[in-house]
């Protein structure tokens, strides 16, 4: 689990890694599908890239923290 943290502050907290906007699509997906999407769209824009077991334990670690999508 904290590496999970870890990776997920690192895409937050990069300076100039993205911007606003895409950090607030992020907050605004309305699915896991969306979710999933919108990681990958910002982790392009931090160049970091995740495997799939990253990715699936980064969207699970969001949704049980913030979404709570069924």
């Known amino acids: 689990m904290k590496g999970i943290l870890g990776v997920s502050r690192l895409i937050l907290l ?6 606003s ?3 607030k699509r992020l907050r605004d997906a ?11 769209d910002c982790s392009h824009l931090a160049n970091k890239e995740f495997s799939a077991i ?3 334990n980064i969207v699970k670690y969001l949704n049980d923290q913030f979404y709570q999508f069924h």
């Open 14 to 19: 990069m300076p100039g890694a993205g911007d």
């Open 54 to 56: 990253e990715t699936q």
């Open 30 to 40: 309305k699915s896991l599908d969306a979710l999933k999407k919108r990681l990958g």
């Open 21 to 23: 906007a895409d950090g």
